[in-house]
């Protein structure tokens, strides 16, 4: 399988890129997502994968581009930001799966050979804690602050101390 990867963080997508060529693919690595857009029309590419979050075009725009254009490839955003929103939008426009970092190659690569999100999982994804929607906005003002977490706790109300508190516990389980 010829696969698009997507991804910022330069150390991940190497890693990960590697990982894929081990176990028998072709993989052609993009820095951003306008890259990412430019090799979609160069190449011929069965699937991709796709983070949400990069600099320029992000992984939902990107998506949003390749369905256009080609509506019958693979494509699966992997995200450490992960948010119910983002991964409703993202299956609403043909991705046939949302993972949240860190995910193994073998599990990646399963999502994309197994289709799309089930109605079962995506009603467990609508049905988040009231803890887990916490974590997901106090993460989205740290990413609207540029992960100033002085600047978060000012507009969240918190004080930094206790935002660090929350910062420093895993992520709710959906």
């Known amino acids: 399988m010829m696969l698009l990867l997507a991804d910022d963080d330069e150390t991940y997508r190497l890693r990960l890129a590697r ?3 081990n176990r028998g693919h072709e993989v052609i690595s993009a820095r951003d997502g306008d890259e990412a857009t430019r090799l979609c029309h160069q190449h011929d590419f069965d699937a991709a994968i796709l983070d949400l979050k990069m600099p320029g ?3 939902i725009d990107v998506l949003r581009t390749i369905m256009q254009h080609r ?3 693979r494509i699966l955003i992997h995200t450490g ?4 929103a ?5 299956v609403r426009l043909g991705a046939v799966d949302y ?3 860190p995910t193994d190659a073998d599990a990646l690569l399963t999502a994309l050979e197994c289709g799309r999100i089930s109605t079962h999982q995506a009603a467990e994804m609508s049905a988040a804690s009231l803890e887990r929607v916490e974590w997901e906005h106090i993460q989205r003002v740290i990413s609207d602050c ?6 978060a706790a000012r507009v969240l109300g918190l004080h930094r101390r206790s935002l660090q508190r929350k ?3 895993y992520p709710p389980p959906r």
């Open 146 to 151: 540029d992960g100033n977490i002085s600047e």
């Open 57 to 59: 075009r992000n992984g």
């Open 86 to 90: 983002t991964a409703m939008e993202a």
């Open 99 to 101: 993972l949240i970092k």
């Open 19 to 21: 990982a894929l060529t």
């Open 71 to 73: 509506p019958q490839m």
């Open 167 to 169: 910062l420093q516990k």
């Open 81 to 84: 930001y992960g948010s119910i």
